[in-house]
């Protein structure tokens, strides 16, 4: 292991080294520290016939030795040609984006005190938190180790060859667009998460089918937008809340029946899925946010009609030049193109409190009936 004690010189200890940057074999440089003695890389030389990357622990420069401790965001992100790196032990900081290549396998020295990698896959130390799943990688299949309790963000996008997931009890969170843009077509995500942070899925291109945990309460705002071939979405009846652009742009999303338990959903919740004909809305419904549905197919009826006696209004883009007079009788008509409104709101009862917020509607494509 690389101690950067090792490499303090009491007779050398020059300041203005921080900063510099150099060449050493593969990859560039810079001095980020004196005495002790460290080093950051921030690129390839070679970066369209780099194909192994081998990160050195110790380099050289101006006649002092430095430890490599550190790999800055986009260093590796143009090298086209790279398919494998090795992280030696002195590397205890990896950045952002470092992956953003076409790597198939990550290695990792069993010496480092932070990183570890389980058949070319990049995890913690302890292997509770998987950090990145090699993008060119082509299996189709990948089984995330029982030891796992964090998805990182990004950990799988963008890798477009996987299309199935086992994800074990073991996980309880999964991060910030953790399967952006791979190739998934079935979710089903086990009880034992509690959260999923924004765009988890987004554009999923080929995703089917998602199967939402009772463990969960909020679906985060993007996670299955662009998801074009989504058509079947199971919400348990633990979800209290739906956020922004949670499914939009689902252009093959074409009912969504949501629990008792969604008491609010987000602007643009599903604005865009252009095909959506029916929407059952939960009971509890408290409030829907700026153009949920608008672009949606949810309303192609000649008429719609909210009777709200005890709602909270704010100002509505309707396609009624009616709109003054009917907000200040609590009772909305919309107007839209054809003959058959789906949507439904069971059960409404005139004392009821209901919320809507700004840009509810905003064409005439997207109108809510309540039966």
């Not at 599903?270 to 059952?280: A, C, D």
Request: charged content about 20%.
């Amino acid at each position: 292991m690389c101690d950067t004690k090792d490499l303090m010189n009491e007779n050398v200890c020059d300041k203005k080294l921080i900063g510099e940057e150099f060449q050493f074999k593969e990859f560039v440089y810079r001095v980020i520290s004196i005495a002790p003695n460290e080093l950051s890389l921030i690129g390839a030389i070679d970066k369209d016939n780099l194909k192994e990357g081998i990160i050195p622990e110790v380099v050289s420069f101006k006649g002092l030795k430095y430890c490599v401790t550190t790999i800055e965001e986009n260093a590796l992100i143009d090298c086209e040609s790279l398919s494998s790196i090795t992280i030696p032990c002195s590397v205890t900081s990896i950045n952002e984006n470092l992956f953003l290549c076409f790597l198939h396998i990550i290695n990792v020295s069993e010496h480092n005190p932070v990183y570890s990698s389980i058949d070319g896959v990049l995890f913690n130390k302890e292997q509770t938190e998987l950090i990145c799943y090699p993008t060119s990688r082509t299996d189709k299949h990948y089984s995330i180790p029982s030891s796992v309790i964090h998805i990182a963000d990004e950990a799988f996008s963008p890798c477009g060859d996987l299309s199935s997931i086992e994800i074990p009890n073991s996980v309880k969170s999964i991060g910030y667009a953790s399967f952006q843009d791979t190739g998934l077509e079935i979710v089903k995500l086990p009880n034992s998460i509690k959260t999923i942070d924004n765009e988890a899925f987004n554009s999923c291109v080929n995703l089917l089918h998602i199967e939402f945990p009772s463990s969960i309460i909020e679906i985060s705002n993007g996670c299955c937008s662009f998801c074009n071939k989504l058509h079947s979405v199971k919400l348990p009846n633990s979800i209290i809340s739906i956020g922004s652009e949670a499914f939009s742009w689902c252009s093959s999303l074409q009912v969504i029946e949501l629990p008792n338990s969604v008491k609010f959903i987000g602007e643009r919740a599903f604005g865009y899925s252009k095909n959506l004909s029916s929407v059952k809305l939960s009971k509890e419904l408290e409030s829907i946010g700026s153009v949920a549905f608008i672009a949606c197919k949810t309303c192609s009826g000649k008429s719609a009609l909210l009777i709200l006696t005890s709602a909270t209004l704010t100002p509505i883009c309707f396609a009624s030049v009616l709109t003054a007079l009917l907000i200040s009788f609590m009772i909305l008509v919309l107007f839209c193109d054809n003959s058959s409104c789906n949507v439904q709101r069971p059960n409404i009862f005139l004392t009821e409190e209901f919320t809507i917020s700004a840009n509810l509607l905003c064409t005439p494509y997207s109108v809510l009936t309540v039966l």
